[in-house]
C-alpha cells in the first residue's frame, strides 16, 4: 500500500500547471511515463490511446494554432504537450492485444457506436494513467480540453482513424503561480454505497 506521501504526490497535493518553469523534460523520461502507465488496465486490453509528445518549436506552433486563446501561451510555455488521442481502429490489434479471444475483432467491427463509446472511454482512462506516472516520476501536468479539435486532428492526425480526446501539458510546474485549490465535493455529494 503506498504511504500518505505517495498519495499526496499522485492526489491530494497534485494541481493543475498552467505556468512552467524553464527545465526541459527529456525523451528518457517520456518514454519512461509510457513504460509505466502502459500496463494499466482498459476494457479489453484494447489500449485505443495513441500519443503525441510535441516538443520541438515548429510542433508546438502547430499546436498552439489549434488551442482557445486561453491555453495556447500555456502550450508555448510548456516543455512538453502531449495529445491523447483515440485511434478508431484500436480493434485491429487486439489480435496482439487479446490474443486468448481471437474472435475479439469481430465485437466491434461495423459496429461504430461501440467503437467510439470504447475508443473514448479508454482513451481518457489512460490519458488518466498516464498524468498519474508523470506524476509519480516528480512532472507536473496541465490537462486541457480548450481547443479546435478539427484542427488537432487535420494537423497531427490526418489521414488516420485516431482522433484526438484531450491535451496535456508536462513539466515542472511552477508552484508560485497556482490558483487558490477548488474545492470538492464531500462524499456524500458525489457517491452512494448501495
Known amino acids: 500500500m503506498l504511504n500518505q506521501e505517495s498519495l499526496d504526490l499522485l492526489f491530494s497535493s497534485a494541481r493543475t500547471h498552467n505556468v512552467w518553469l524553464d527545465k526541459p523534460v527529456s525523451d528518457e523520461q517520456i518514454h519512461a511515463i509510457y513504460d509505466a502507465m502502459k500496463w494499466a488496465p482498459t476494457s479489453a486490453n484494447s489500449c485505443p490511446a495513441r500519443f503525441v509528445f510535441v516538443k520541438s518549436a515548429e510542433q508546438k506552433e502547430k499546436l498552439v494554432n489549434c488551442m482557445s486563446p486561453g491555453n495556447a501561451e ?12 483515440m485511434d478508431l481502429a484500436f480493434y485491429e490489434k487486439l489480435i496482439k492485444l487479446f490474443p486468448h479471444a ?3 475483432r469481430s465485437w466491434f467491427e461495423g459496429n461504430q457506436a461501440n467503437i467510439e463509446a470504447t475508443a473514448f ?14 506524476r509519480a516520476l516528480g512532472l507536473d501536468c496541465g490537462p486541457m480540453s480548450g481547443f479546435d479539435a478539427d484542427k488537432i486532428n487535420a494537423a497531427f492526425f490526418a489521414d488516420t482513424p485516431v482522433k484526438v480526446n484531450f491535451v496535456c501539458s508536462i513539466g515542472y510546474g511552477d ?3 497556482l490558483f487558490p485549490r477548488s474545492p470538492r465535493l464531500d462524499f456524500d455529494e458525489a457517491c452512494q454505497i448501495v
Request: aromatic share 4%.
Open 74 to 85: 500555456k502550450t508555448r510555455q510548456a516543455p512538453v504537450t502531449v495529445i491523447i488521442g
Open 175 to 177: 508552484a508560485e503561480k
Open 121 to 134: 472511454r479508454n482513451s481518457s482512462l489512460q490519458g488518466a494513467y498516464l498524468m498519474i506516472a508523470a
Open 102 to 104: 481471437p474472435d475479439a
